[in-house]
């Protein structure tokens, strides 16, 4: 009903810059919160960052200052600038969306299938 797809990973180098993208498509009504998560090998997902419908955002503290999440509500889009990356940032970058798919009906969380961030010189 809802897919989520992910792009913008590769390898860059260390102080280097990526931008992740992230679309949702489908039978969506609403979109309450679009998210980045990371998971590195052998570690828990964690938050990167997310932003709410009122544009309120949020990040982890390992990335304030260096990460931006911005949403295109028209285009169902969020993305995350990432910037100074360190080696520590390595890991596959996941995104999250939470909607609704009926004007009455619950939220639902739908995760893409993941872009690998890697950060090595």
């Known amino acids: 009903q809802v897919q989520v797809v992910e792009s913008g990973g590769g390898l860059v180098q260390p102080g280097g810059s990526l931008r992740l993208s992230c679309v949702a498509s489908g039978s969506i009504f609403s979109i309450y919160r679009m998210g980045w998560y990371r998971q590195a090998p052998g570690k828990q997902r964690e938050l990167v960052a997310s932003t709410t419908s009122g544009s309120s955002t949020n990040y982890a503290n390992s990335v304030k200052g260096r990460f931006t999440i911005s949403r295109d509500n028209a285009n169902n889009t969020v993305y995350l600038q990432m910037s100074s990356l360190k080696p520590e940032d390595t890991a596959v970058y996941y995104c999250?969306?939470?909607?609704?798919?009926?004007?009455?009906?619950?939220?639902?969380?739908?995760w893409g299938q993941g872009t690998q961030v890697t950060v090595s010189s």
């Open positions: 999250n969306v939470e909607c609704k798919l009926r004007v009455s009906g619950p939220r639902y969380s739908y």
